[in-house]
């Protein structure tokens, strides 16, 4: 906070005046020098209020009018009191920045107990003041708001500082969504007067502000603070793109005309004949915006650079201004969306839509009532004090809990199992980067929030936590699917579970785990299983194959509809008895049965290794795994030396009299139609089951089948590998073979 606080006054890439200005006329900002004089003139009398204080007051009351101001007076004078002798980079006292972070809250409309903690918030971390004080003079909601956004000291933490301190606040976060709304604010002051600072050290934070703070603001819906921030990170990292924009802002800033202003009045005078009461604004773009809308319609017209805000007293007057619009003017139904009656998961609701002139210039336009704008701008800072019981501000009933909504959920459940301060930090920023969610639904009725590109690796985890290692497959919208299928909005998800306990997860997934909280588990389950995973491989219920579980009426559907290969592939039906549900008592798909194998250990159970499927007459070697299991191997394969490399002694195993023997197969082809029926085809010709089967999606046109086979004799192996080869399309089909993982 101290170390980020600079000089406004010093030339730099810093705040983008113009369009800040055009939006929202009423923010003044503080005038440093004129608070820094009185600030150095000390408290004033009791129960006078400083004039250092005198604009945070004036945007207070004009969203509470009621409020009481003592604990303003008192944050103040001991914040003064506390920080004074220390100056910011700029040579101002170094009270004016606790100031202007408050006025920036208060003028978002932030109640009390927040501006008074924003006052102190940095007299703990920057002052001999501790939390107990503040507890005692303020109270416990006080004290913890600024203990929430209070760093932690580089001299314990070293490196980890920056990430344990967000780490700290975002748990904080989790139990008062105000210590974020303090923080957002500090950095936006911070990053307002970042002149004077080295231009390697701007850099850096207004990385940490584009890759951590942006999201979180866009996240609590907070777009004022999120809007600016975006422009003064554009700036410092962007400049000559920054530079561009702002001509083009100003070259349409001295058209003559303004397209815009003319379908405003046409909106109002449309609106005025419908007798709909309804304020009409224009909204200038922001810098940031401006360049997107530039990069993606190339040459701007006048109506680029702005959108139309239409403000109504009652929600059914939106949709009475939607339909008013679109019968008397040219609407562009491509851009209509309704976030009113789907709201984002920020809070943020409003209908989208666009009209068109004769021209051809195009105009957005925002509809909106006005307690929507004020949460659409300000977001959970709108809600007041979320925590006072029988409040009346209808913004509080959009859902059970708005102060933890399900991405803070999500992401305070998943930072408990990161491992290191480096993996918390580098997987929050991928988090925040997933910037929409998805919502699916649970066969019992119950939903799961998820990020978009979600699958079904993700749901289980999400549903199930650490349990989902034992999921073997699922259906979507009644349909089977692999676990790397990606899930849509609305889809309906059911998740199989295996029933065997030694079912586990496989390295595979984790190309398929898209939330942070399914790639911890995994690699957490990982970290500590070595042994199991070199051995398990695509093996077992866990091991990313899903069991054909389909009857032989499915497997013959699957087998005539052959859109496996040429699609991008899903679960593929089996025939015959082969076919085996994932919910019946039979051994889970992927998993070899007991097989025909003498082991030099009497009494132990005997499994053949699902990383090399070894059949007769192949030379092989086992290893004494959990539970005093016998896991035999190829001699050839990774996991043997993998094994010995960590000192596991070696058992001496044996074929038996049966030839029957269960193989895994992996067919690589070029992607066609019906591959998938003529490859299933030749499998049953050559008299082999089919136990489970994966078709991974395409890539570079071609299709990975990866199939786990019984045969009656394994004599017959080379024949149904020449036969799968003879298939048009298929170029190779190799015996499964699995890298053991580095020692």
Same mark, same amino acid.
């Given at each position: 906070?101290?170390?980020?606080?600079?000089?406004?006054?010093?030339?730099?890439?810093?705040?983008?005046?113009?369009?800040?200005?055009?939006?929202?006329?009423?923010?003044?900002?503080?005038?440093?020098?004129?608070?820094?004089?009185?600030?150095?003139?000390?408290?004033?009398?009791?129960?006078?209020?400083?004039?250092?204080?005198?604009?945070?007051?004036?945007?207070?009351?004009?969203?509470?009018?009621?409020?009481?101001?003592?604990?303003?007076?008192?944050?103040?004078?001991?914040?003064?009191?506390?920080?004074?002798?220390?100056?910011?980079?700029?040579?101002?006292?170094?009270?004016?920045?606790?100031?202007?972070?408050?006025?920036?809250?208060?003028?978002?409309?932030?109640?009390?107990?927040?501006?008074?903690?924003?006052?102190?918030?940095?007299?703990?971390?920057?002052?001999?003041?501790?939390?107990?004080?503040?507890?005692?003079?303020?109270?416990?909601?006080?004290?913890?708001?600024?203990?929430?956004?209070?760093?932690?000291?580089?001299?314990?933490?070293?490196?980890?500082?920056?990430?344990?301190?967000?780490?700290?606040?975002?748990?904080?976060?989790?139990?008062?969504?105000?210590?974020?709304?303090?923080?957002?604010?500090?950095?936006? %002051?911070?990053?307002?007067?970042?002149?004077?600072?080295?231009?390697?050290?701007?850099?850096?934070?207004?990385?940490?502000?584009?890759?951590?703070?942006?999201?979180?603001?866009?996240?609590?819906?907070?777009?004022?603070?999120?809007?600016?921030?975006?422009?003064?990170?554009?700036?410092?990292?962007?400049?000559?793109?920054?530079?561009?924009?702002?001509?083009?802002?100003?070259?349409?800033?001295?058209?003559?005309?303004?397209?815009?202003?003319?379908?405003?009045?046409?909106?109002?005078?449309?609106?005025?004949?419908?007798?709909?009461?309804?304020?009409?604004?224009?909204?200038?773009?922001?810098?940031?915006?401006?360049?997107?809308?530039?990069?993606?319609?190339?040459?701007?017209?006048?109506?680029?650079?702005?959108?139309?805000?239409?403000?109504?007293?009652?929600?059914?007057?939106?949709?009475?201004?939607?339909?008013?619009? %679109?019968?008397?003017?040219?609407?562009?139904?491509?851009?209509?969306?309704?976030?009113?009656?789907?709201?984002?998961?920020?809070?943020?609701?409003?209908?989208?839509?666009?009209?068109?002139?004769?021209?051809?210039?195009?105009?957005?336009?925002?509809?909106?009532?006005?307690?929507?704008?004020?949460?659409?701008?300000?977001?959970?800072?709108?809600?007041?004090?979320?925590?006072?019981?029988?409040?009346?501000?209808?913004?509080?009933?959009?859902?059970?809990?708005?102060?933890?909504?399900?991405?803070?959920?999500?992401?305070?459940?998943?930072?408990?199992?990161?491992?290191?301060?480096?993996?918390?930090?580098?997987?929050?920023?991928?988090?925040?980067?997933?910037?929409?969610?998805?919502?699916?639904?649970?066969?019992?009725?119950?939903?799961?929030?998820?990020?978009?590109?979600?699958?079904?690796?993700?749901?289980?985890?999400?549903?199930?936590?650490?349990?989902?290692?034992?999921?073997?497959?699922?259906?979507?919208?009644?349909?089977?699917?692999?676990?790397?299928?990606?899930?849509?909005?609305?889809?309906?998800?059911?998740?199989?579970?295996?029933?065997?306990?030694?079912?586990?997860?496989?390295?595979?997934?984790?190309?398929?785990?898209?939330?942070?909280?399914?790639?911890?588990?995994?690699?957490?389950?990982?970290?500590?299983?070595?042994?199991?995973?070199?051995?398990?491989?695509?093996?077992?219920?866990?091991?990313?194959?899903?069991?054909?579980?389909?009857?032989?009426?499915?497997?013959?559907?699957?087998?005539?509809?052959?859109?496996?290969?040429?699609?991008?592939?899903?679960?593929?039906?089996?025939?015959?008895?082969?076919?085996?549900?994932?919910?019946?008592?039979?051994?889970?798909?992927?998993?070899?049965?007991?097989?025909?194998?003498?082991?030099?250990?009497?009494?132990?159970?005997?499994?053949?290794?699902?990383?090399?499927?070894?059949?007769?007459?192949?030379?092989?070697?086992?290893?004494?795994?959990?539970?005093?299991?016998?896991?035999?191997?190829?001699?050839?394969?990774?996991?043997?030396?993998?094994?010995?490399?960590?000192?596991?002694?070696?058992?001496?195993?044996?074929?038996?009299?049966?030839?029957?023997?269960?193989?895994?197969?992996?067919?690589?082809?070029?992607?066609?139609?019906?591959?998938?029926?003529?490859?299933?085809?030749?499998?049953?010709?050559?008299?082999?089951?089919?136990?489970?089967?994966?078709?991974?999606?395409?890539?570079?046109?071609?299709?990975? %089948?990866?199939?786990?086979?019984?045969?009656?004799?394994?004599?017959?192996?080379?024949?149904?590998?020449?036969?799968?080869?003879?298939?048009?399309?298929?170029?190779?089909?190799?015996?499964?073979?699995?890298?053991?993982?580095?020692?």
């Amino acid at each position: 906070m101290s170390a980020e606080a600079t000089n406004p006054a010093t030339p730099g890439p810093v705040a983008p005046t113009a369009p800040t200005v055009a939006r929202r006329k009423s923010r003044a900002r503080i005038d440093l020098r004129r608070l820094g004089r009185a600030a150095l003139l000390g408290p004033a009398v009791r129960g006078r209020l400083p004039d250092a204080i005198s604009h945070v007051v004036e945007a207070h009351r004009a969203h509470h009018p009621d409020a009481d101001l003592e604990p303003l007076r008192r944050a103040y004078v001991l914040a003064e009191s506390s920080h004074r002798g220390q100056m910011r980079k700029s040579g101002e006292p170094y009270i004016t920045h606790p100031l202007a972070v408050t006025l920036i809250l208060a003028e978002l409309g932030a109640e009390t107990t927040t501006l008074t903690a924003s006052l102190l918030h940095d007299t703990v971390e920057d002052t001999d003041v501790t939390l107990d004080q503040v507890r005692e003079q303020f109270g416990e909601e006080v004290r913890y708001l600024v203990d929430g956004v209070t760093k932690l000291e580089k001299v314990d933490y070293g490196a980890a500082a920056e990430p344990e301190t967000f780490r700290k606040m975002l748990v904080a976060t989790g139990s008062d969504v105000r210590v974020m709304s303090i923080k957002l604010a500090d950095r936006l %002051h911070n990053m307002r007067t970042l002149g004077v600072m080295r231009p390697e050290k701007q850099a850096r934070i207004a990385k940490v502000t584009r890759d951590v703070l942006i999201p979180l603001a866009e996240r609590l819906g907070v777009q004022a603070l999120k809007t600016e921030l975006e422009d003064l990170v554009f700036a410092i990292l962007h400049p000559e793109e920054y530079e561009h924009t702002r001509e083009l802002i100003a070259v349409n800033a001295a058209r003559s005309d303004d397209p815009l202003a003319e379908i405003a009045d046409e909106v109002r005078g449309v609106l005025r004949e419908a007798d709909i009461p309804a304020e009409v604004l224009i909204r200038p773009r922001h810098f940031v915006s401006v360049h997107r809308v530039a990069r993606k319609r190339g040459e701007l017209r006048g109506a680029d650079f702005g959108r139309l805000l239409v403000l109504v007293n009652e929600d059914a007057d939106c949709y009475g201004v939607l339909g008013e619009l %679109h019968t008397c003017m040219t609407p562009v139904v491509s851009e209509f969306k309704d976030f009113i009656a789907v709201p984002k998961f920020n809070l943020y609701q409003s209908l989208h839509t666009a009209v068109a002139r004769a021209d051809g210039q195009v105009a957005e336009v925002l509809i909106r009532t006005h307690q929507m704008h004020k949460v659409a701008e300000a977001g959970v800072v709108a809600l007041g004090n979320p925590y006072a019981p029988g409040s009346d501000d209808p913004a509080d009933g959009e859902r059970a809990d708005p102060t933890r909504p399900g991405w803070l959920s999500r992401l305070l459940d998943w930072q408990q199992g990161a491992p290191d301060p480096d993996t918390f930090w580098s997987t929050l920023r991928e988090d925040l980067a997933q910037d929409r969610e998805i919502t699916v639904f649970r066969p019992d009725g119950g939903t799961l929030g998820l990020p978009e590109g979600a699958t079904c690796v993700d749901a289980a985890y999400a549903q199930y936590g650490e349990d989902a290692h034992a999921c073997i497959g699922a259906r979507v919208n009644g349909r089977l699917a692999t676990l790397s299928t990606v899930l849509r909005d609305g889809d309906t998800v059911q998740l199989l579970m295996g029933q065997d306990p030694a079912s586990e997860p496989s390295r595979e997934w984790l190309e398929h785990a898209h939330t942070p909280a399914a790639r911890i588990a995994i690699q957490r389950w990982l970290a500590t299983h070595p042994a199991g995973d070199a051995e398990g491989g695509t093996e077992g219920a866990g091991g990313g194959t899903i069991a054909a579980a389909a009857s032989g009426a499915e497997g013959a559907s699957a087998r005539s509809g052959g859109s496996g290969a040429g699609t991008g592939g899903g679960a593929a039906g089996a025939s015959g008895t082969a076919a085996r549900s994932a919910g019946t008592d039979s051994a889970p798909a992927g998993r070899p049965r007991g097989a025909d194998v003498l082991a030099d250990r009497p009494g132990a159970t005997v499994r053949l290794a699902g990383c090399c499927t070894p059949v007769p007459p192949d030379e092989i070697t086992g290893f004494a795994v959990r539970g005093g299991v016998v896991t035999v191997h190829r001699a050839g394969c990774a996991a043997v030396e993998h094994m010995k490399s960590r000192g596991r002694a070696e058992i001496g195993v044996r074929w038996g009299d049966t030839t029957a023997c269960r193989v895994t197969l992996v067919a690589e082809s070029f992607g066609r139609p019906h591959l998938l029926a003529d490859l299933t085809e030749a499998i049953a010709l050559q008299g082999a089951e089919i136990v489970s089967a994966t078709v991974e999606p395409p890539s570079q046109q071609r299709v990975r %089948h990866t199939y786990t086979l019984e045969l009656p004799d394994a004599a017959h192996l080379p024949a149904l590998m020449r036969a799968m080869r003879d298939v048009a399309g298929v170029y190779d089909v190799s015996r499964a073979q699995h890298q053991a993982p580095a020692s």
